[in-house]
């Protein structure tokens, strides 16, 4: 399901609007989100916003285990009827924020509500340690852009692309909802990287690190870095990086900033403690 409101924002405090919410009612697209994928019979799916379980249902046919977590009880009540003899499905009420994710393996294929898109994102991805394997997700427009760019000024994005691959795989018209919200949107697949870029362990720091270096992404390197590297050590990074200095610090990929993040470690741990040279 998807409940209209700015891509990506958190509801401030008002109550689920049961008439609000935009369910994807398209079964050519709903099927074509599934077949993408590649659920295997073995697998454990949630489909975060079940709705009234048209996802679900399709996901049901192609693996053992689906987790549909509603926080709307009056969806739950027919996702509850509808899946009464399907015992591979499993309707849990509860606020997906607040919710467990599973210690086993599993994958996420789902129409969130577009309110707390930025929260969802945060839960299954900044922490690479948990065992998501990938996710299928459909998002507003605009929060895909903005997850997708190759201008990063989110040290979130940042840090979740080190372990995952986030890209937009086809766009979804505003008319394949019911009721239709005011925008459109896309489906955006994650996938976690066969080797991460970065090691488990570093995750929050790296996050730390990076946050106040993007506060302003069209900021040449060669002024950002400065606060953290003597002139030579700067030299020798912009060689590795291949990049001069005017080369804006919000377009480094995240390949440049795995060699940055090793540059910081090992030249300018006062930096990494929280003080800057």
Known sequence: MSKGGKDGNISRGE?????GQHLLHNKGIIKDIVKRAAIQQDEMVIDIG??????????????????AVEIDKRFIAGLERKFADMKQVKPIHQDILKFVLPRKEFVVVSNIPYDITTPIMKKLLSQPQHKLSRALIVMA????????????????????RMYFDIRIARQIAKTNFSPPPKVDSALVIITRKKTPLLSYRHATAF???VKPLLKQPEMPIGIVLSTIFTHKQLKVLRRKLGVN???PVGYLTEEQWSIVFDTIVHYAPGYMAGKKR
């Not at 109550?15 to 008439?19: A, T």
């Not at 379980?53 to 049901?60: K, S, Y």
């Open 15 to 19: 109550p689920p609007n049961f008439l």
């Open 50 to 67: 079940a709705g009234k379980g048209a996802i679900t249902e399709v996901l049901a046919d192609r693996c053992g285990h689906v987790l």
């Open 141 to 160: 427009d605009g929060a895909a852009k903005g997850f997708t760019s190759k201008r990063i000024k989110d040290a979130h994005v940042l840090q979740w």
């Open 207 to 209: 996050r730390r690190v």
């Open 245 to 247: 200095n005017e080369f």
